[in-house]
């Protein structure tokens, strides 16, 4: 079984939560399970559209510059007609949009908290 550590931080958030005996420790990690499960079959899924995609592509690297890179190799070009930046990644992660699943936006806002917390 895999702990909590700072190589493992999704799990070092909700790992060992407060519990008031061993059957709600239980309830605890079993929701733990069914929240993982959930997180897997979410990425698992192929992008359903663009902006699926440079989410999949940011979940995959953590990194909005490699994302960045990646949406210039394609040719795309930003809503303002100028090369996709950085800005534009964080920007499409905290606002979302219409074509990305709110289930796939979460796990990329986590991703961006944990580099957050691992500074």
């Known amino acids: 079984m895999l702990f909590a550590s700072p190589a493992n931080p999704i799990r ?8 008031t005996d061993i059957a709600d420790l239980i309830a605890n990690l079993e929701s733990e399970i069914k929240t993982l499960t959930q997180t897997i079959e979410t ?10 995609e440079i989410i999949f592509k940011y979940i995959d690297t953590a990194s909005t510059g ?15 007609g100028s090369l996709f930046s950085s800005g534009d990644v964080s920007k499409l992660i905290k606002n979302g949009a219409e074509d990305i699943s709110p289930e796939l936006l979460a796990i990329a806002r986590d991703v961006v908290n944990m580099k957050k917390i691992k500074r």
């Open 66 to 80: 490699k994302t960045k890179d990646y949406v210039r190799s394609l040719g795309v070009k930003s809503e303002r």
């Open 12 to 19: 070092a958030n909700n790992f060992m939560n407060p519990y």
């Open 43 to 52: 990425l698992k899924q192929e992008p359903q559209g663009f902006n699926e």
